[in-house]
């Protein structure tokens, strides 16, 4: 490597680097070929099915705003959730363009580090060294969590920006007008910020490459860029701002959280170790190692004295020995923000913080295998032939790493046997139990899932998701009381759990208890302004209550942040045909069939709504379809028989009266309106009996009485002998 303050020329003629870029892409390429109908898996469904704000892309404001609620992992990250809603625009839910974009941005990455790297290991075959870092990087199976899971995205369009925030600079100290090199690499610092807390350490790293490789000394570096360098603090400014506006990643990161930053560094000694063995040894790989905390320092004595010990010789070395130096700042600089004190609650361990610090890893070890194959060929072979050496060498590893990221890419394929594989391998986790129960529960296997919330419980006393979820079994399973005290309890131990809320409300409201229902609604919004489920349910709650225009108000907006949801529109119609503005109601539920078609409630009631505008014609279809896709619908059939009597088709109205009546036998009204459909058809025996079955249910029914009293009177048949 080259001393600090010369940058080598690259070696390798042009052809042979696009044969390396090629290399690269096509290595990425047959190590992720099987990705790409990978379904959405753990936190991708809060930044992409649960997250209105990237539905319409031309509400540009609403998208780089990014407040999607807790756990989404694109809250205040605009550029993340920008990306989700350009795939959106362009295929909807389709997962295949997301792990399209992932894997796009995975290559690039690994360019980018090659192109990097070429500078960086210098002269002599630097490119050969670089290539076979960038090549092993891109096909390392400790990548695939961040490859394959669209919300991971975040760890690697960070990482794009991070490596081209260096790439621009370096080009920037190799140009005769570097200030355009500078500007861009402000740029996509400034981007970098927007995408990732982890950026933070972007300037700081840009300045300590700066003194390693070109200045010589950070006084130097500053004093002849000291203006870039100002520049480059000055993305902190967005940083900061974007991470104020999240509340603290939606309260999960930062202190006062339960999480003591002691218990969560003595975690992060068990981490990093972990990290550097996976990077040498990738197995076994967990998607999800849970919120478990380390809290005696003998648990990790030995972990925390390795580390003590890489951080001394990473010191030592950034003064006596400063490109090897560099490498141990790059592992431990980027990994700072995550992995020191600072609390991630939500997920204190996560094998996709290692993407970036990872080519640290592998730098080191490719120049270790430099050293160590120049010093057994002895002083003949010269640096060119042991590089070529290395070169097959770590190509050869390159196969084998991409043979097991294949193999972890199939454990994606299915997300309860993720899961399932999670539960096996960090038993003691309990969101690994909590997360497998809630797949089996929108299987429908809600015995299993039970079980898995029980063991969550057990597990982590204080789980406020498992006690709500738990509940929600409980209310499904008709068990009102139980469900209840689950919902309060998750509200009680974590009150900034919109969920609880949600349910709770849906709990009041079944009990009729519209005004508490009304207060969980809002206390869920004010929670998440964009909870589309609970904006419906609290105008439903408001109409019941008769508060129509907050009802109406409610649901218009649940319809503006997400014109795919059929349940508002629908529930937007039911609301104004009550208020009686069926012009209104007619649209709506008509809105509501274009986004689910076969909504057989909407028929229905767009047919009756369009009765009582006097089109019976165009009713007529739209209730018989209800009834088709709803044959048990009591009242589609009612609406329908009502329909075909009006219009005089009074033997279809009959059959349909008496196939509502095999559903409804006690109905005494449907029985009345079979009566004066036999009476019109010409059959006033038959008639007679359904009026008489009538008044038995209902002595009191004047309207059978009075129909009675207008039939004709059945012949006597007493003289008729055998």
């Not at 790409?36 to 892309?57: E, M």
């Not at 550029?79 to 350009?86: D, G, K, M």
């Not at 160590?372 to 790493?401: E, I, K, Q, Y």
């Not at 408001?542 to 503006?560: N, P, S, T, W």
Request: aromatic share 8%; with cysteine.
């Amino acid at each position: 490597m080259p001393p600090p303050g010369e940058i080598s020329a690259p070696t390798w003629s042009p052809r042979v680097r696009l044969l390396a870029v090629a290399g690269i892409v096509l290595a990425a390429l047959a190590a992720y070929h099987n990705c790409f109908r990978v379904p959405f898996v753990f936190d991708d469904a809060g930044a992409v099915i649960q997250n209105p704000t990237i539905r319409d892309l031309r509400r540009i404001g609403t998208v780089l705003a990014a407040q999607t609620g807790n756990g989404s992992g694109v809250r205040s990250r605009p550029l993340v959730n920008l990306s989700l809603a350009v795939n959106y625009a362009l295929g909807g839910t389709d997962v295949r363009g997301y792990h399209a974009f992932n894997l796009a941005v995975h290559v690039l990455c690994a360019l980018l580090l090659f192109a990097l790297l070429r500078r960086v290991f210098g002269q002599c075959g630097g490119e050969a060294s670089a290539f076979a870092v960038a090549l092993l990087w891109a096909v390392h199976p400790l990548q695939t969590e961040t490859v394959i899971c669209p919300v991971q995205r975040t760890e690697s369009l960070m990482a794009l920006f991070y490596l081209l925030t260096l790439y621009c600079f370096v080009r920037g100290t190799e140009s005769r007008r570097p200030v355009r090199w500078q500007a861009a690499a402000v740029a996509a610092c400034l981007a970098g910020m927007a995408t990732k807390e982890v950026m933070a350490s972007a300037p700081l790293l840009v300045w300590l490459y700066d003194r390693t490789f070109v200045a010589g000394s950070f006084a130097e570096a500053w004093r002849r860029r000291r203006r870039f360098y100002a520049a480059l603090a000055g993305t902190w400014i967005l940083l900061a701002v974007l991470v104020a506006g999240s509340g603290g990643r939606g309260g999960t990161v930062g202190f006062g959280l339960g999480v003591s930053p002691w218990d969560y560094g003595l975690t992060q000694c068990r981490a990093l170790v972990m990290y550097l063995k996976l990077a040498f040894w990738p197995n076994p790989l967990v998607v999800d190692y849970g919120m478990g905390l380390e809290t005696r320092l003998a648990a990790v004595l030995p972990q925390a004295l390795l580390l003590l010990a890489l951080l001394a010789v990473a010191a030592w070395a950034l003064v006596r020995r400063p490109v090897a130096g560099f490498a141990g700042a790059w592992f431990f600089v980027i990994l700072a923000p995550s992995s020191s004190v600072l609390p991630l609650a939500s997920q204190t361990i996560a094998e996709h913080r290692m993407y970036l610090p990872l080519a640290a890893v592998l730098a080191v070890a490719v120049a270790g295998l430099q050293h160590l194959l120049r010093a057994t060929t002895g002083p003949r072979t010269t640096d060119r032939a042991t590089l070529r050496v290395c070169g097959l060498v770590v190509c050869g590893l390159a196969v084998p790493l991409g043979w097991l990221t294949l193999r972890r890419n199939e454990d994606y394929r299915s997300e309860l046997g993720l899961w399932r594989d999670t539960v096996a391998k960090v038993p003691d986790s309990a969101r690994a139990h909590y997360n497998l129960g809630v797949l089996l529960e929108r299987r429908g296997a809600a015995a299993e899932a039970l079980d898995q919330f029980e063991t969550a419980l057990h597990l982590k006393p204080d789980y406020a998701q498992a006690y709500n979820n738990r509940g929600d079994l409980r209310f499904l399973a008709g068990r009102i009381e139980d469900a209840a005290a689950d919902f309060a309890l998750a509200e009680r131990i974590d009150p900034t759990l919109a969920e609880a809320h949600y349910n709770l409300g849906r709990v009041r409201f079944q009990e009729g208890r519209d005004p508490d229902a009304i207060a969980e609604y809002e206390a869920a919004l004010r929670l998440e302004p964009d909870y589309v489920d609970a904006l419906v349910n609290l105008g439903v709650a408001l109409a019941r209550e008769g508060q129509m225009d907050e009802a109406l108000a409610r649901l218009h907006a649940a319809v503006q942040l997400d014109r795919a949801s059929g349940d508002a529109q629908y529930n937007l119609a039911c609301v104004f045909d009550r208020a009686g503005n069926l012009p209104e109601a007619v649209a709506a539920y008509r809105a509501a069939l274009r986004l689910q078609p076969d909504l057989a409630a909407a028929r229905n009631n767009l047919g009756y709504a369009l009765v009582r505008l006097g089109r019976p014609d165009e009713a007529l279809g739209e209730i018989e379809e209800a009834v088709r896709l709803a044959p048990n619908d009591l009242n589609a059939r009612v609406n329908l028989a009502n329909l075909l009597a009006s219009t005089g088709r009074w033997a279809e109205a009959i059959t349909t009266y008496e196939a509502a009546l095999r559903l409804s036998p006690a109905d005494a009204e449907i029985r009345y309106a079979l009566a004066v459909a036999l009476a019109r058809e010409g059959r006033p025996a038959e008639a007679r009996r359904e009026l008489a079955e009538a008044l038995r249910l209902r002595p009191d029914f004047a309207p059978a009485q009075a129909l009675r009293e207008r039939l004709p009177p059945t012949p006597d048949s007493a003289g008729k002998g055998p």
